[in-house]
């Protein structure tokens, strides 16, 4: 679900991504290889890797964060945030956070907030 407010600011891509072991196998129809792209939490999930902070499937192209699996995401991408619009930057978890990752805090302050007016136009997936 792609939130009205989306400003594809990326910041939703520093949060962790359990994956079923169906999604790796897509992720690895793409040409990637699952040692390169996951590895177990704390709990034993298989969670993408966030090298820098980030997915690493996450990059950004023009000042806007692009996913390089979009078609092939796993479900905890495709679903989030869950509701009509993105309020992250409003999470109590990012804003105090003291020891955020640089990465992460640049991203943060790009992302739109809660009470930040909608887009004229429903947001696109920047391809």
């Not at 790796?24 to 704390?42: C, M, P, W, Y």
């Not at 509701?83 to 990012?94: A, G, M, Q, S, T």
């Not at 805090?105 to 809660?114: F, I, M, N, R, T």
């Amino acid at each position: 679900m792609m939130p009205k407010n989306c400003n594809f600011c990326g910041l939703c891509c520093t949060l962790a991504v359990k994956v079923t072991e169906a999604e790796v196998r897509n992720i690895e129809q793409l040409g990637h290889s699952r040692e390169d792209f996951t590895e177990k939490d704390a709990g034993g999930n298989t969670i993408l890797k966030r090298p820098g902070g980030w997915c690493c499937f996450f990059e950004r192209k023009n000042g806007v964060g692009v996913c390089k699996i979009y078609e092939k995401r796993p479900a905890p991408c495709k679903d989030f945030p869950g509701k009509p619009l993105c309020d992250l930057r409003d999470n109590v978890v990012f804003r105090l956070s003291k020891n955020m990752h640089p990465n992460v805090k640049l991203l943060w302050e790009k992302a739109p907030k809660k009470s930040d007016p909608l887009p004229k136009e429903e947001p696109e997936f920047p391809l």
